[in-house]
Every structure is written in C-alpha cells, then in structure tokens.
C-alpha cells in the first residue's frame, strides 16, 4: 500500500523559511509527477508547485521566486523550500504524487497534510 508522508511544517514568523519533505512509501514501480498543493483556512485546495520526473517544474505565480520544489528520485521523496514566507501563506500543505505501483496502472495519491502558520 502507497503512502506519502509529510513533514517539516510549523510556525514560523513572517520572512523566514521552512522546508517541506514527503516520501512515498510501499511497492513502488514508479513516480511520475510529484507536486504540493495548500488549502487556507476557509479556502480551497490550490496548486503550489509541481515537478516532473524530468525535473521540469511549475508553480503558482503567488510563490514564484519564494518556493523552490525539487526531489530525489532515489529516495521517493519530494521537497518544498519556503523563503520569505508571508501571512497569507499560512495553510495545510498536502503532498501529490502520480505512482505506479506493481500490477497495476497509475494512480494519484494525496499525503495527510503538514500545517504551515506563518505569523505577522
């Protein structure tokens, strides 16, 4: 069974910085896209940032030139680096990831989530 994993959210003061990890975990044939997504308080799920197996990457234009997404192929696992974080940035951080496993097809799975609070 796939698993993805989050971790490194918290509270952190306006213009710091955090670091997000999530590693997938399981039988595990293969990982195409792998990708972040947040959901403010009272607000949907939106993108923030995704990454191809390639290394190719987009992100939403709100955190673009703050957020650097990357990952490690080896290690299943993608990253979110957080600098001059913003009040506005403060929600659940949810981890995506289009694996295929052994027998059977690709399939989208999400992470619980991680709670970023970034205070003014």
């Known amino acids: 069974q796939v698993q993805l994993v989050e971790s490194g959210g918290g509270l952190v003061q306006a213009g710091g910085s955090l670091r997000l990890s999530c590693a997938a975990s399981?039988?595990?044939?293969?990982?195409?896209?792998m990708g972040w997504y947040r959901q403010p308080p009272g607000k949907q799920r939106e993108l923030v940032a995704r990454?191809?197996?390639?290394?190719?990457?987009n992100y939403a234009d709100s955190v673009k030139g703050r957020f650097t997404i990357s990952r490690d192929n080896a290690k299943n696992t993608v990253y979110l680096q957080m600098n001059s974080l913003k009040p506005e940035d403060t929600a659940v951080y949810y981890c995506?990831?289009?694996?295929?496993?052994?027998?059977?097809?690709?399939?989208?799975?999400w992470g619980k989530g991680t709670l970023v609070t970034v205070s003014s």
């Open positions: 995506n990831a289009d694996i295929t496993t052994i027998g059977t097809n690709v399939r989208n799975y």
């Open positions: 399981g039988i595990i044939f293969s990982i195409n896209g």
């Open positions: 990454i191809t197996s390639g290394g190719s990457t």
